[in-house]
């Protein structure tokens, strides 16, 4: 299993340079979205991680620990892993391009590693999992990021 250190050098550092590897016409492996949109998605799961937008948890409260073990394994979220919170169709891209979305993720990413290197012992409510702190947190990007990355055949 990789580090905390070695999941957040990844997101801030690594993330964004092989999502730019992709190119805008990939067609996903699975699911709707397009390669900007699947972008544009992380970065709003990371503004609930940084907190920038706050969600309700919709999971029942009995399911909590369960999720938070799955989440603290090694297991990969199921190729199209159903979300509740997402319609069935992709909302359209709010970016100018792919690069632009990229640089929009990169700028949640960072303000997630920074909101918690000023407040290590914060948690923020994910509509799935529950409160999480900071490792919680980056386990779940991780872990998030490394599902789309497959989805557009990227390992």
Known sequence: MESTIDKAHFLQHEYAQKLAQIPADTTPK???MNVQQMIEHMSDYVRIANG?????IVTD????PRMQAFLASDKPFKENTPNVLMSDTPPPVRNESHEAAIAELQGEV???INTYSQAPDKTMANPFF???????????LYKHSTHHLRQFGVE
């Open 30 to 32: 699975w699911g709707k």
């Open 52 to 56: 920038r937008t706050h969600m309700e």
């Open 61 to 64: 409260a009995e399911m909590i």
């Open 110 to 112: 960072d303000h997630f």
């Open 130 to 140: 529950g409160h999480l702190n900071f490792e919680q947190q980056l386990q779940l």
